[in-house]
Antibody
Framework: QVQLVESGGGVVQPGRSLRLSCAAS????????FHWVRQFPGKGLEWVAD????????YYADSVKGRFTISRDNSKNTLYLQMNSLRAEDTAVYYC?????????????WGQGTMVTVSS | QSVLTQPPSVSAAPGQKVIISCSGS????????VSWYQQLPGTAPKLLIY???KRPSEIPDRFSASKSGTSATLGITGLQAGDEADYYC???????????FGGGTELTVL
């Protein structure tokens, strides 16, 4: 079935790095753009970054620009989020989501989320 | 502070109707499609509405939405206990070159 499965979350010290992965299955990965969206504990959604289907364009939230890098490997059907210089305020559940051009770029498929905790 | 403004909470009795508003500007709602997402407790968000008012096939017609100018609304009729969730509006912002979400509205079915 169509699904996204995130992995790579965990507890990390401030200033360190972490790489999240999002494995896709059940559809043609290379035909879609993808986003990372995070949710702080008990709070709303915050968009983090997105990447087009051909990886030619990437966009980032100001809060992560210069520290996070979104990438994809179409041969492995996998989306990544490299997070460097992590801060306590990056603590959140991170979701990957599929972007469907055909439905106004709505995020139609979401993963289950992976928790990232930045703490000393 | 979210770019899109939603009421923090709404409530209504079972069987009743509720409306959730989402206010933005010309750089976001005014010139882009709006989506709505439902997040049940402890789960990932789920797409409820796309292209301002369209529903994925699995979403019942109790859920409807519209957009006018720089505002959008989500309506839910025949409220059920299972509708208790957080609801988010979202769209692209041309000035920020970013996806923006509302702060979320918590629906309570009394």
């Amino acid at each position: 079935q169509v699904q996204l499965v995130e992995s790579g979350g965990g507890v990390v010290q401030p200033g360190r790095s972490l790489r999240l992965s999002c494995a896709a299955s059940g559809f043609t990965f290379s035909s879609f753009g993808f986003h990372w969206v995070r949710q702080f504990p008990g709070k709303g959604l915050e968009w983090v970054a997105d990447i087009w289907s051909d990886a030619n364009k990437k966009y980032y939230a100001d809060s992560v620009k210069g520290r996070f890098t979104i990438s994809r490997d179409n041969s492995k059907n996998t989306l990544y989020l490299q997070m460097n210089s992590l801060r306590a305020e990056d603590t959140a559940v991170y979701y990957c989501a599929r972007d469907d051009l055909n439905i106004g770029n709505a995020l139609d498929i979401w993963g289950q989320g992976t928790m990232v905790t930045v703490s000393s | 502070q979210s770019v899109l403004t939603q009421p923090p909470s709404v409530s209504a009795a079972p069987g009743q109707k509720v409306i959730i508003s989402c206010s933005g500007s010309s750089s976001n709602i005014g010139n882009n499609y709006v989506s709505w997402y439902q997040q049940l407790p402890g789960t990932a968000p789920k797409l409820l509405i796309y292209d301002n008012y369209k529903r994925p096939s699995e979403i019942p017609d109790r859920f409807s939405a519209s957009k006018s100018g720089t505002s959008a609304t989500l309506g839910i009729t025949g409220l059920q206990a299972g509708d208790e969730a957080d609801y988010y509006c979202g769209t692209w912002d041309n000035s920020l070159s970013a996806v923006v979400f509302g702060g979320g509205t918590e629906l309570t079915v009394l």
